[in-house]
């Protein structure tokens, strides 16, 4: 007899054993299986979200959104914005559906955007409320730091499909902001004072992006320790911490009557010394590119007055 034909056979009983397990596991993956759809449908659908198509009708609610969308090459992408979204000249163009104390909700409406860009601190949260309420896509974002201005760009390119240009600009923004703190910053201070607004006199603490464009230049606000980002200062405060350099802002047909003001107190060492400079806000009062861009002539302007105050003497506040 061959040697394979001596195996006896195994035992049926082991065989209904066998067959009994085979039949619980596939019941256990079976199970497994439909305990898993629901996983694998979210899964599916948060991966194709990531991978729909870029947003092609977008409004915005405020001026230096429109720059950095424009920076991110989705100009052609906006169908909206808010009043004073004058740069470029192209946002001209753009139809209005508001202002920041108030917005067209049917003008929006109309024009049915696929997603709706805020800024947190600067829309009224009602109306950012009532967009939602009506199902629009609404995202929100701040810039706190100098160096989110380059990644709000970048970020702006990936929503809008256009990734290549704005990391090209952030890239840029990214070196010129680098090239001017190593320039600057570390250079003898100049204190200063940087104005927003007249009457009331108004101005921003250190945390405020202005703020951080000086201090990049190697200059200190002398109102960096102000509770909230932007406040109202008197003449009796603004003496007292004496500053070497005044910088204005606010609207050019403004700034003439702002410098007339100030001449009239030759006892502030930035007017003894003729130390006041005017400054184009639409350039410094908005987080966008254009402000990291014009940090250089800023920083030439503080240097010039760094300058001029250490021919004199040592650096220090005269009272």
């Not at 596991?25 to 979200?49: G, V, Y």
């Not at 601190?121 to 896509?137: A, H, M």
């Not at 090209?168 to 104005?195: D, E, G, K, M, W």
Request: glycine share 4%.
């Amino acid at each position: 007899m061959h040697p394979l034909n001596s195996i006896p056979p195994l035992p049926k009983k082991q065989n209904t054993v066998t067959f009994i397990q085979i039949i619980f596991i596939i019941n256990t993956i079976t199970l497994i299986f439909l305990l898993l759809i629901p996983k694998l449908i979210w899964a599916n659908t948060a991966l194709s979200q990531t991978e729909s198509q870029p947003y092609q009708r977008i409004i915005s609610l405020a001026p230096h959104i429109t720059e950095m969308l424009y920076s991110a090459g989705a100009g052609d992408q906006i169908v909206g914005v808010v009043s004073y979204s004058d740069y470029p000249k192209d946002a001209l163009s753009k139809p209005i559906i508001g202002g920041y104390n108030a917005i067209n909700l049917e003008k929006i409406i109309q024009l049915n955007p696929d997603l709706i860009l805020g800024w947190t601190s600067g829309n009224r949260p009602q109306d950012i409320k009532r967009l939602k309420e009506l199902g629009f896509n609404v995202q929100l974002f701040e810039v706190t730091q100098l160096e989110d201005i380059p990644n709000r760009i970048e970020a702006l390119g990936q929503l809008t499909g256009n990734p290549t240009q704005a990391q090209q600009t952030a890239q840029t923004l990214r070196s010129t902001l680098t090239h001017i703190r190593q320039t600057y910053q570390n250079r003898p201070p100049v204190t200063s004072f940087y104005q927003i607004w007249h009457q009331p006199i108004i101005t921003m603490n250190g945390d405020q992006f202005i703020s951080q464009a000086i201090a990049a230049c190697g200059a200190k606000n002398i109102y960096e320790d102000l509770p909230k980002l932007t406040a109202t200062i008197g003449l009796e405060s603004l003496f007292k911490r004496n500053p070497q350099v005044f910088l204005l802002g606010g609207q050019a047909s403004f700034q003439q009557d702002w410098l007339t003001f100030w001449q009239q107190y030759p006892n502030l060492q930035a007017v003894k010394n003729q130390q006041i400079y005017l400054l184009n806000n639409s350039h410094y009062q908005r987080p966008t590119a254009r402000l990291i861009h014009a940090l250089e002539p800023l920083c030439q302007i503080i240097d010039q007055a760094r300058q001029h105050y250490l021919t004199m003497t040592p650096l220090h506040n005269k009272e």
